[in-house]
């Protein structure tokens, strides 16, 4: 989150936002399902100017094999950002934040991944941020939803992402980098919308009770404008361009 | 990687017969490359970026320009470094962990490659002799594994750079103060290109595929320059070579160099 920097004009008069996208209007997205040839499934977004890149193998033999489970399948989930992805050079170890954002990942894909299925296997994901600019997690997701659909693994519900924040006092959909930097509230939302279930939930910065409330429900309703160009990228894969 | 790759036995030996009648799996000829397309600015918050194809082989390359302190002895020189990953999304054998040796080899070969060429004019990225130069990483990603990793990691990191634009900096007593935005096309002395041969019982074959790769008993790759100059050489794999041999891989490195390197010329200050 940063510095809370006030100079700059995240929301003027008229409603419009720094990128001048409305309140509730998200960034472009761009969802393209499959394009790696060695792994199981693939998906690629482009979530404003993020560029997001998985893969996911499985179900496979796990090894280590103490971590393979005689009652169910595991998922494995790397989130992972290229050295170029972001202004300064990155170092290409994994740091604290992506550990914490494969295990979020993890456990909101979880809940849609019917594991119980495959057990001693595992399931591997593996996310790649090309470029980031702020919602990497949520368009990681979102993609990682649709690259295990294309992988034909079971699942209850793919899972949608997006974030709400809050911006200028207001609550907006999907926050962009600079509104992440400069913005009083952001809060990553993972959501099944045929299960209407949350499965990603963050929050940092502070929300009043209502804003709370309005926060989860402007983000839900991002969450549903991703699942429907989720369901069109898979469509557009296995069924050709088409009406959907 | 490459070391690891699974091949059966039925189609290694495939493989043999097939060249013992002067042919390939995949119906090329011995010299002949698979097809290379190479897209730059992929990545347009990088410095300069590349994407390049060699069949089903993928690498994204992506450079990154900053301040950096010089080594000690070289402090009238910025840095080059270039470095290489293999994703674990490229292979199913690929595992995520430090890097393991090939993958390091690979990054020296591509790294050594570019540097011996003396691609990069690093001379002229000094802000402050001893105490501030530019430094210049090319990182580069291997998205989807089908061999030949060291031909298209070169030739993505050369791409990248070719199409690279970079700040400028200026020394203010004690630290580097950005005072263009307004980017300058990167120093470039020359195009190394990189050609990577395997030999497959008494064969010489351009540009191995997973397969082909799998079936080697050696590879050289051979790097030269736009005076078509020999700068870098790698030999790898337990076979060897006749002496006759690797004058023909020097020949043939040379020959499909200048071919490739009119492709890569192509995206020159591209961005």
């Known amino acids: ?244 | 990687m490459a070391s690891t790759s699974v091949i059966d036995e039925l189609k290694k030996s495939q493989i043999i017969d097939l060249l013992d009648d002067g042919k390939r799996v995949d119906g090329r000829a011995l010299d002949e490359f698979r097809t290379i397309t190479i897209e730059t600015n992929a990545i347009p918050k990088a410095n300069g970026s590349a994407r390049v194809r060699i069949g089903d082989t993928e690498v994204i390359c992506g450079i990154k320009i900053q301040p950096d302190r010089p080594f000690p002895d070289t402090g009238d020189k910025g840095l080059f470094i270039c470095t290489a990953e293999l994703l674990p999304l490229s292979h199913p054998t690929v595992e995520t962990g430090p890097p393991q040796p090939p993958v390091i080899e690979l990054a020296r070969v591509v790294d050594r490659g570019i540097r011996e060429s003396h691609m990069v004019d690093v001379s002229q990225l000094v802000i402050e002799k001893d105490k501030s130069v530019i430094g210049v990483f090319a990182d580069n990603v291997v998205v989807d594994y089908d061999g030949n990793l060291f031909d298209a990691c070169s030739y993505a990191s050369t791409a990248a750079l070719l199409s690279s634009k970079t700040p400028k900096w200026s020394w203010t007593g004690d630290a580097p103060k950005l005072v263009d935005e307004d980017e300058s096309v990167l120093p470039i002395n020359t195009i190394p290109v990189s050609v990577t041969m395997g030999k497959i019982g008494r064969h010489i074959i351009v540009d191995p595929n997973g397969d082909e790769w799998a079936s080697m008993d050696a590879r050289i790759t051979i790097t030269s320059d736009s005076d078509g100059n020999i700068c870098a050489l790698q030999k790898g794999g337990s076979g060897g070579f006749t002496q006759d041999e690797v004058n023909r891989c020097g020949e043939i490195s040379v020959r499909l160099g200048a071919k490739i390197r009119e492709k890569l010329q192509a995206h020159r200050g591209s961005q």
């Open chain 1, 1 to 244: 989150m940063g510095g809370r920097d006030t100079t700059m004009v995240l929301l003027d008069e008229n409603g419009v936002r720094c990128d001048g996208r409305k309140i509730d209007e998200p960034r472009r997205i761009m969802i393209k399902a499959g394009g790696l040839k060695n792994a199981d499934g693939s998906a690629y977004i482009e979530f404003g100017d993020n560029k997001i890149l998985v893969g996911v193998f499985g179900p496979r033999d796990v090894h280590p094999k103490h971590m393979s489970n005689t009652d169910t399948g595991i998922l494995r989930v790397r989130y992972h950002m290229e050295p170029f992805s972001v202004s300064e050079r990155k170092n290409p170890a994994p740091s604290r934040r992506e550990i914490e954002i494969s295990k979020v990942i993890k456990e909101a894909l979880e809940p849609a991944v019917m594991l119980e299925k495959f057990p001693r296997t595992a399931v591997d994901v593996f996310i790649e941020v090309l470029q980031a600019d702020g919602g990497t997690r949520c368009a990681a997701l979102s993609a990682a939803s649709v690259a295990l659909a294309d992988a034909g693994i079971p699942m209850r519900d793919m899972v949608a992402a997006c974030a709400s924040g809050k911006v200028a006092d207001t609550i907006v959909l999907d926050i962009n980098n600079e509104e992440d930097q400069a913005g009083q509230a952001d809060m990553p939302i993972g959501y099944m919308p045929s299960l209407e279930k949350i499965t990603l939930l963050q929050l940092d910065g502070i929300l009043t009770p209502d804003e709370y409330k309005k926060c989860v429900d402007v983000g839900i309703a991002g969450c549903k404008i991703v699942y429907e160009l989720q369901k069109k990228a898979l469509y557009e894969k296995y069924f050709g361009k088409g009406d959907n």
